[in-house]
């Protein structure tokens, strides 16, 4: 080698130093400053080319997420007690003040977040949580004022508290508005006395859905009010661990998600008194043994029937977050349901025909990411996806055309 060749190979591997010192620079700081490095990703759908964008990174994991009505302005809970505001137009996130303590511990934490219809005259959000006590722990659905411009909780309200319980799992839980109404789920707290179990037992609350009034009062009309042996404030029992739960905007009908045993996950439409059957009538398994236990829903005249169901042996689904779509954008996706999957890691889509709920292609199914919550945007149409793994925390679907 000449030096004129040396000077050459010397001078390109300094070139090659400083630029992978450069990228590494490059990528600390992006990643210090909350920027997405992030692949868009093309997906085939009905007819529709959508892609995959980054909305917020690195904030841990999101389980509820609902929009200010009318605007961009999203807001989200995360499990270990944070709660965001996220421009989704900007991008901007700005970390909610005042939150209530939560116990994160097992499956509890902070978890779903409700907007009231009304913000812009009530300035209202409900929130479940879990809380702790002497016994134990327990979940607690309550309200407060959200100042937006200091992104400052204020006037916190519980409106109502479960038992206190040592088991450490099943806690739910949703929270719908509809109308003067709330609606709320509790999971059976993980209770394995499938001979007594806590879900058919109604003098408890556990692994039911209740609706009280917005401001924790029970409805004189709830179905159960004039029995002695229920709770006035369970509106359906027989659950095991609801992760879900949405209005259908056509009909106003309450639909949930409720997680099997082993297998058996659902999807139900709730009716006032209905006894969903967990756990003397399902479609899956023990843990344990592997084996069917209990009666199939459709065996028994004193249970609802699922509308869709995971039975065992076919790997599960469990469910999460759910919507109903409406938007302006995705114009074959009207009316369709979309139901967030844990342990499948996809973006669930259903298409509602005479006959029940038909499963169409999967979105987010190749990203391996735990699905938790879904919500539509009011003013763009896209769909919001909260999601577990690698950085990403919350990201859209929306048209691949749109720039």
């Not at 130093?17 to 600390?28: M, N, Q, T």
Request: glycine residues 10%; contains cysteine.
């Amino acid at each position: 080698m000449n030096l004129n060749d040396h000077n050459k190979f010397t001078l390109g591997r300094v070139l090659k130093f400083f630029g992978a010192f450069l990228i590494l620079i490059v990528l600390v700081v992006g990643l210090s400053l909350g920027y997405q490095f992030y692949k868009d990703q093309v997906y085939f759908s009905e007819g529709d080319n959508v892609k995959v964008e980054a909305v917020a990174s690195n904030i841990g994991q999101l389980w509820g997420i609902d929009f200010i009505p009318n605007s961009t302005l999203l807001i989200a809970t995360e499990r270990k007690g944070k709660m965001f505001i996220i421009n989704t137009e900007s991008f901007e996130l700005v970390e909610i003040k005042n939150v209530p303590t939560v116990v994160s511990q097992g499956q509890g934490g902070l978890l779903d977040i409700a907007v009231s219809p009304e913000f812009t005259d009530d300035t209202t959000i409900f929130l479940t949580y879990v809380t702790a006590g002497d016994r134990g722990s327990a979940t607690r659905l309550a309200s407060a004022t959200l100042d937006l411009d200091n992104a400052l909780l204020t006037d916190l309200k519980v409106l109502y508290t479960a038992p206190f319980q040592r088991w450490g799992s099943h806690f739910g839980s949703r929270v719908t508005v509809d109308g003067d109404y709330l609606f709320m789920t509790l999971g059976d707290r993980g209770d394995k006395d499938f001979s007594n179990h806590v879900s058919q037992n109604t003098l408890n609350p556990y692994g039911s859905v209740i609706r009280l009034y917005r401001d924790g009062d029970v409805p004189a009309e709830n179905p159960f009010v004039k029995d002695v042996g229920i709770l006035d404030e369970i509106y359906s029992f027989g659950h095991r661990n609801p992760q879900g739960m949405t209005l259908q905007p056509e009909t106003g009908a309450l639909w949930i998600s409720d997680h099997g045993e082993y297998d058996g996950d659902e999807i139900n439409i709730i009716r006032a008194g209905g006894n969903y059957g967990w756990p003397i009538a399902h479609t899956g398994c023990s843990y344990v043994t592997r084996q069917p236990f209990g009666e199939l829903p459709w065996e028994r005249e004193d249970t609802i029937d699922p509308v869709y169901y995971w039975e065992c042996g076919t790997g599960g689904f469990p469910p999460a977050g759910m919507t109903f779509y409406q938007g302006e954008v995705f114009l074959p996706w009207q009316g369709d349901l979309f139901i967030g999957g844990l342990a499948s890691r996809y973006l669930a889509h259903f298409r509602l025909k005479e006959d029940g709920l038909t499963e169409l292609e999967p979105l987010l199914d190749k990203e391996g990411w735990r699905v938790r919550d879904v919500t539509v945007g009011p003013t763009d149409g896209f769909l919001y996806v909260a999601v577990e793994g690698s950085n990403v925390s919350l990201v859209r679907i929306l048209p691949e055309w749109d720039e």
